[in-house]
Antibody, heavy 122, light 110 residues
Framework: QLQLQESGPGLVKPSETLSLTCTVS??????????WGWIRQPPGRGLEWIGS???????YYNPSLKSRVTISVDTSKNQFSLKLSSVTAADTAVYYC??????????????WGQGTLVTVSS | QSVLTQPPSASGTPGQRVTISCSGS????????VNWYQQLPGTAPKLLIY???QRPSGVPDRFSGSKSGTSASLAISGLQSEDEADYYC???????????FGGGTKLTVL
């Protein structure tokens, strides 16, 4: 059974960089059938897609976050990572990693991590 | 403001049938398939419907999806108390070149 697990600091100071890693187990990240994505959810609010990466390194980012986001992949560790720079309180959210189907017209997120709360505060 | 539009709330009594709508545009729902996610309180979202009307293994057939033009709907028949959750529609947007979500609908079972 595929599992995804987010890890990283739960508290980040304003203006600093948020860094999270998603470890994939029970399957290979190096599959041509999937992207690997990050989604966030501010407290009490809806879901926001941050971006996705293919195992070969190609990326798609949410245009509203693109200037601050970097997603990378480490196939040797079966992990992918998120960096979000210059954070503010508005970036406080539960951050989820997920597997995304790579098929023209279809982009469902079929497996999700449990999520990790990141709070931006001094 | 979400790219896809959903009603913020819906409700029904046990056994009833409820529907949740999702409205988009030609660059998202009009061009790509719609997915629905269920988020139970305090948990991660779970894929409920994919490719407009397909159910992943383990999802009861009480849940069904449909799409017409630039709109989609999720229907839940035989409503049960455990269906009380937030429901999100989603689709790929060709103009934004990214995934877009609806704002979510909170379903209350009365």
């Amino acid at each position: 059974q595929l599992q995804l697990q987010e890890s990283g600091p739960g508290l980040v100071k304003p203006s600093e960089t948020l860094s999270l890693t998603c470890t994939v187990s029970g399957g290979s990240i190096s599959s041509s059938s999937y992207y690997w994505g990050w989604i966030r959810q501010p407290p009490g609010r809806g879901l926001e897609w941050i971006g996705s990466i293919y195992y070969r390194g190609s990326t798609y980012y949410n245009p509203s976050l693109k200037s601050r986001v970097t997603i990378s992949v480490d196939t040797s560790k079966n992990q992918f990572s998120l960096k979000l720079s210059s954070v503010t309180a508005a970036d406080t959210a539960v951050y989820y990693c997920a597997r995304q189907i790579r098929r023209l017209g279809d982009r469902e997120l079929d497996y999700w991590g449990q999520g990790t709360l990141v709070t931006v505060s001094s | 403001q979400s790219v896809l539009t959903q009603p913020p709330s819906a409700s029904g009594t046990p056994g009833q049938r409820v529907t949740i709508s999702c409205s988009g545009s030609s660059s998202n729902i009009g061009s790509n398939t719609v997915n629905w996610y269920q988020q139970l309180p305090g948990t991660a979202p779970k894929l409920l419907i994919y490719t407009n009307n397909q159910r992943p293994s383990g999802v009861p057939d009480r849940f069904s999806g449909s799409k017409s033009g630039t709109s989609a709907s999720l229907a839940i028949s035989g409503l049960q108390s455990e269906d009380e959750a937030d429901y999100y529609c989603a689709a790929w947007d060709d103009s934004l070149n990214g995934q877009v979500f609806g704002g979510g609908t909170k379903l209350t079972v009365l």
